[in-house]
């Protein structure tokens, strides 16, 4: 007894020892720590530091100005050091949501060294922290069966190349034998693969959609847009280079013309039901230019479309086959009457007028469409949103 | 054409003004940087900062004394800043391996704004950059099929609880029929499913082994092997607390317990060949532990055996029903002539000794084990190495 307990005691105070470090991160302090009503306070513990921000998306925005032109960006306030050379800030009262932070100490932005949670967006490394209490819990983790997420490879004949997908598959897809409708989720100009996962937090809103028997059980699959590579940064034979936004072989038609490979792909290895009542295709910005471009190009094979702030550039003159004959490719998609096209944006997003103008055409030309308009711009917080609302509208052919 | 060249150039322009800060991170800088001697360049840009400091673990190792004891820590080097106010070290050439690093800037343990690729050990994230060149290239993405790697959820009746875990399936898996053998590797304390596949790289790993004909395709499945936790950090409905060690249940014999309910979940949802031939079960620190124990507990469930830098303590006087008669069981256990019971530790491993005094009690009982002694300590370095030795070992009758 006495020799067990000796060496389980040497282990236990080993392993703290040697962990600690690792388990404390650096820091003891609780940051960011949610208060009753809300607001929260964030730390830095800091004593040599003269001065701390903080820069995240519950702040104002504000307008930064470039030689390229203006953008707004995520506002910054002070923190306030105390006796101890802790750096403090405390924030209004949030709405429930996703928010997403770093501090800038001394004019080096840093992420918050006593909260691991972090999302990459592009090259940009940034800590987050959910408010609760809003009356879905829909970006949360919650107690019902959960789906799996997979990576996996497919091979393109069109680009002659292995590439990365992430597939959802709904809790009892392994054990069952049922088969499944399925959506295509698309990412924006620079994301890639793990942007709807992570960013989108599309795993928690498909489960939690699909437990409240909102949302029918579906596979989701989340390709990688950018045809020139072959995977998210760090995942593919480019090692750990890093991350480019590639723009070469992202809006030319490539990745619209290989798409028929995703979806054969999809329809071989997994239970699909592999007809257009049962196939959707969404995405956001450079997503939904794609997916306005792939349901068109292929107008038999999905009957459900989302189009979220879609960077749509809808003329037909440019040098890509897969552009011509905009007009009438177009027509042909709509008599086919597709169960749901739908537009979202946000009312202060910079692609705004544009699809206006594409609701004109499709006005113009009685196309039926459903449209939605939030509030804010360009930002995840509305793809987030418009999932969780396009999600429940699928593959239910009574609201045809 | 003007009009789709206009939009498509405001989108472009807007785009990248947009995404600018997204894609640089708010870094202009190459950091780091492999020399062709091997060496790597460090570069922060922080001209108000008045020291900076890098650590890593490609720098000499420091003891660090604590009251608790003392215990090796990654050394740490100074950066000098130069007329641009960029701060630099280069290091010296270093061979082919996966390294981690932080900045440490006026006291603030940083990661570097330049390097989005991080990886988090229980509650520190560190930059990781890999140096090539080794004879084996086991870390990286090469160009070879690739395996699915799956976050899936399943039912312990065991523990009452639904709990995620890693499924690797080796290339192919999706589109064929064939059947697979299982190797169950398990992860350190403080570590959780996600340890394996990202500190450890064992999809590479495997990806690589398997693809030179090296190891046989197999599916590897990488627990929780905290019994009172769902899944890891951010990942269950503890939402984004805080990770903590939660030491109650993780060497209490609640994890070995319910380790069939892992078994019956695999066997019952895969592909497998369900028998101990065409089974193995390996791990780290205290998954050494769980190791020991778990083909002990079921001496009919697993041929293959790895102990990696293993947490033993193989005394039978604990009041834990799973560690009663622990002499008789292991006797039981190699009566049955195990395929292969491999030890491994590095010469500077705290657990080193413990180690030493349990190849004793094997060897006087005659007991066949594989022992393999590597240099350095209780770190991620050696665990890869050991998983790149042991998986080509595994499942190969000839051996015995």
Do not use: C
């Amino acid at each position: 007894m006495k020799k067990f307990l000796s060496l389980a005691m040497a282990f236990m105070v080993s392993m703290v020892v040697y962990s600690q470090q690792a388990l404390t991160g650096g820091s003891q302090l609780i940051s960011p720590e949610t208060n009753a009503d809300n607001s929260v306070t964030f730390r830095l513990f800091a004593p040599e530091a003269s001065e701390v921000f903080i820069t995240g998306d519950f702040l104002p925005v504000e307008s930064v100005s470039t030689p390229m032109g203006s953008y707004d960006a995520p506002g910054k306030a002070p923190l306030v050091k105390n006796e101890q050379g802790v750096w403090e800030f405390r924030s209004a009262p949030l709405a429930p949501e996703l928010y997403s932070y770093a501090l800038i100490a001394d004019g080096i932005r840093i992420n918050d060294p006593s909260n691991v949670y972090q999302l990459r967006d592009i090259a940009t490394i940034s800590n987050i922290f959910i408010i609760e209490g809003g009356p879905d819990g829909m970006y949360k983790v919650n107690d019902v069966p959960h789906g799996s997420v997979s990576k996996v490879w497919y091979h393109s004949p069109v680009l002659d190349a292995d590439r990365r997908m992430t597939v959802y598959t709904p809790a009892g897809y392994e054990s069952g034998d049922k088969r499944y409708p399925v959506l295509y989720l698309l990412h924006g100009m620079g994301g890639d693969e793990n942007a709807w996962s992570e960013l989108g937090r599309a795993t928690q809103i498909l489960d939690n959609q699909i437990a409240r028997g909102k949302a029918e059980p579906m596979i989701v699959v989340m390709t990688n847009g950018n045809a020139a590579m072959q995977a998210a940064p760090g995942e593919s034979r480019l090692g750990l280079a890093p991350p480019t936004m590639a723009l070469p072989k992202t809006m030319d038609g490539s990745f619209e013309t290989h798409f028929p490979d995703v979806v054969e792909f999809i329809d071989s290895n997994y239970r699909t039901i592999a007809d257009k009542q049962h196939r959707a295709i969404a995405g956001l910005s450079m997503g939904g230019f794609h997916s306005l471009h792939i349901s068109k190009e292929y107008p038999d094979m999905f009957d459900y479309i989302g189009l979220f702030s879609s960077a749509i550039l809808p003329h037909n003159d440019s040098d890509s086959p897969v552009y011509a004959d905009f007009d009438a490719k177009l027509k042909t998609q709509f008599e086919k009457n597709p169960a749901l096209y739908w537009i979202a944006i946000g009312d202060k997003d910079f692609l705004y007028e544009a699809n206006a103008e594409y609701r004109q055409l499709l006005d113009k030309n009685g196309y039926r469409y459903v449209y939605r308009e939030s509030p804010d711009g360009h930002i995840w917080k509305n793809w987030r949103i418009y999932l969780s609302e396009f999600a429940p509208q699928l593959f239910k052919p009574l609201s045809r």
